[in-house]
């Protein structure tokens, strides 16, 4: 289906053209329509499927039909991440560039008091993440009474993140009366329950988890875990890697990853979810204009992070979740270029592979590093002691019980 089909305000119609846009993705097919007609909307998409603009044109052309002049926001979206607020209120103000709506973005590590003026200032749409949002609703900095459409973005990672009580609170001060659009990458019950909660005979809209491209080169490389490492200061020497984005399981792993790859005289930088948003923001433009080779980073990069030209994927460590998996690779080959997805996997990775495969129904090719030497054995310092084998021993019943036998 085409955007020229819709039957909106000339302005979006213009904006949609301009960045780009020619056809519906399937969740933006199946979510805009009902949405253009007020209606409350359950979707499960996965960040990279197109529905950002799937809640953003519908509300925008509801609030161009029945503009009411005032300085109060008449849309809220709820975002997990102040990477997301960023993205989604960059997109929000591109759609609007040719309409007198305003936008502002509230999260934390910004200024405060420079979002406080512009509020009191006056805008339309605010893109948020609920703990910054609390601080000024505190402040009486804001008020919904004029609020029309409530989106709540990307629900299963906000509530993974704690953000229920917040969210509960802040949809509380809002009017019952008003549509609420709700998206999330997975239909867990807590999600469906907030659903019930929240919303009024939604529309219900599933769209299936999103095949990396085949223009992506998927590749795993097993190594023992004392020699990963090593293996990543290989490949970054020898291999024609132009811009690496490497993942880490733990922000303590990123540190350390990324002090010992400056010790290896690798140009890089690193994010986390400790790091202040101008560190964050710093990074990231350090990254995006080649200044750093490399970028470490956590999982809070994997969705709505949007660099163009990054040739590599690396997963330092294999993802807990399958889905984080395709997040994670799909940060290269953007826009139709060719990227790689390097995955290291250590023996005590295999049943994490095992599901990442099951997810995409194929295996994953298996490759050396011709010239390492993976024989290299186990430091002193990096064998486990008999202590820590005991823990590991007795972690669960049946080793419980075998270690009992033992003794």
């Given at each position: 289906?085409s955007f020229?089909?819709?039957n ?12 780009g846009y020619?056809h ?6 199946q ?7 007020g209606?409350d909307i359950?979707?499960?998409?996965q ?11 519908p509300a925008?052309e509801?609030l161009?039909r029945?503009?009411?002049k005032?300085?109060n926001p008449?849309?809220?979206?709820l ?11 960059g997109?929000?103000r591109?759609?609007a560039?040719?309409?007198s709506?305003?936008t502002v973005?509230?999260?934390?590590g ?7 003026d512009k ?6 749409i605010?893109v ?7 601080d000024h ?5 804001i008020?919904f009474?004029?609020l029309?459409?409530?989106v709540l973005d990307?629900?299963?990672r906000?509530?993974?993140m704690g953000f229920?009580?917040d969210i509960e609170?802040i949809?509380g001060s809002m009017?019952?009366q008003?549509?609420?659009m709700?998206?999330s ?5 807590a999600?469906?329950?907030?659903a019930?909660?929240f919303q009024?005979?939604p ?6 988890l999103?095949q990396?491209?085949e223009t992506?080169?998927?590749a795993?490389?097993p190594v023992?875990?004392h ?7 290989t490949?970054?020497e ?7 984005l490497?993942?880490?399981r ?5 540190d350390?990853v990324t ?5 290896a005289?690798?140009?890089v930088?690193?994010i ?14 350090g990254?995006?204009?080649g200044r ?6 956590t ?9 163009e ?12 979740h399958a889905e984080d998996?395709?997040h994670r ?5 953007r826009?139709?270029?060719?990227g790689d997805a390097?995955t290291l996997v250590?023996?005590?990775?295999e049943?994490l592979i095992h599901?990442i495969e099951y997810l995409l129904d194929?295996k ?10 993976y024989d290299v054995p ?5 064998k486990p ?11 669960s019943?049946p080793?419980r019980d075998?270690w009992r036998s033992?003794?």
């Open positions: 289906m020229t089909e819709l909106i305000d000339q302005s979006l119609q213009k904006a949609i053209g301009a960045m020619e519906m993705t399937p969740i933006q097919a979510a805009i329509p009902p949405g253009l007609q209606r359950i979707g499960c998409a960040t990279g499927t197109g529905k950002t603009l799937a809640f953003l044109l925008l509801h161009l029945t503009l009411v005032t300085k008449q849309i809220v979206v975002e997990p991440t102040r990477e997301l607020v960023i993205q989604v209120a997109e929000a591109k759609l560039a040719r309409t709506l305003r973005s509230i999260y934390g910004a200024s405060i008091n420079k979002q406080t509020l009191r200032r006056g805008v339309d605010v948020a993440t609920p703990g910054r949002l609390m609703m505190r402040r009486k900095n008020n009474q004029e029309r459409i409530l990307e629900a299963d906000m509530l993974d229920l009580p609170k949809v009017p019952q008003r549509q609420t709700l998206f990458a997975t239909m867990l019950p999600v469906s329950a907030l019930r909660r009024r005979d529309v219900r809209i599933e769209i299936g999103a990396p491209p992506i080169s998927q795993l490389y023992p875990k020699l990963k490492f090593p293996l990543l200061v490949m970054l020898q291999m024609e890697i132009s811009s690496a490497i993942f880490t733990t922000k303590q792993e990123a350390l002090r010992h790859l400056r010790q005289k690798v140009s930088a690193c986390h979810g400790d790091f202040q948003q101008r560190e964050r923001i710093s990074a990231l433009e990254f995006r204009a750093h080779r490399a970028l470490v980073a999982n809070i990069a994997a969705r709505g992070l949007d660099v030209g990054i040739s590599h994927v690396i997963n330092y460590d294999v993802p807990e998996y395709i690779i799909g940060r290269t080959a826009a139709e270029a060719y390097i250590t023996p005590d990775d049943g599901r194929r994953i090719a298996r490759k050396t590093l011709p010239g390492f030497n186990t430091p002193s310092w990096a002691s008999a202590k820590a084998l005991v823990q590991q021993l007795t972690k019943q080793l075998r033992m003794c």
